[in-house]
């Protein structure tokens, strides 16, 4: 069994909803510090929020960009990282535009991802750039091929869900993205990810990261087992 720190380390505790308040992004970093999660994942507008409650701690800033359709342009995707980056984000989280790889345009797939890679390690080389696939829409070729298309477009992780989708992670796609990306690249598992259980059968299938809006229940889980 993972050990709470351990745990606590592949975690971007995270609070997406649209209805998210300052007070909810303030609790979401107070619960981050004290847990010692990765990073909190946001979406952009309250990347500054995040990083000022943050400063000082090692919990990282994750903000979302293109969130949750992917479907605007490149340029209004690599407008929204640039900016995040610029107000504290370390880590990005981009929806791949699911539009553009159902018209065969793969091409336009990469360069957008490539736009927001490109936008982001300009500011910071350092920094992370994963790229939502939203799976539950795409066959099992679908995935192979537009994890493909990430890895051309220079991503450090492929992300399952952004949670809005109408399915999550599962083990299966897990183990496929791991696959295909191998240690080249991090495999986030995200999406429905809220017991214990789920969470240590992501890790075992091959995540290196796992985006859980639970994350305080996760760890709880295993300090009662202790």
Partial sequence: MLSREQLAS???????KPIATHDDIAKLCDEAI????HSVCVNSCYVKHAADKLLKTPVKVCATTGFPLGAMSKEAKAFEAAEAVKAGATEIDMVANL???????????TEDINAVVSAVKQLNSEAIVKVILETCYLDSYEKVSICKLAMDGGADFVKTSTGFGPG????EDVILL???VGDSLGVKAAGGIRDLE????MIE???TRIGASAGVRLINEIKEKE
């Fill in 205 to 207: 299938a091959g995540a």
């Fill in 168 to 171: 999550g992670a599962t083990v």
């Fill in 99 to 109: 539009g553009l790889f159902k018209s065969g345009d793969y091409f336009g797939v």
């Fill in 198 to 201: 789920t969470a240590v059968a």
């Fill in 34 to 37: 004290e847990y010692g999660f």
């Fill in 178 to 180: 791991k696959k295909m």
């Fill in 10 to 16: 592949y975690i971007d505790h995270t609070q997406l």
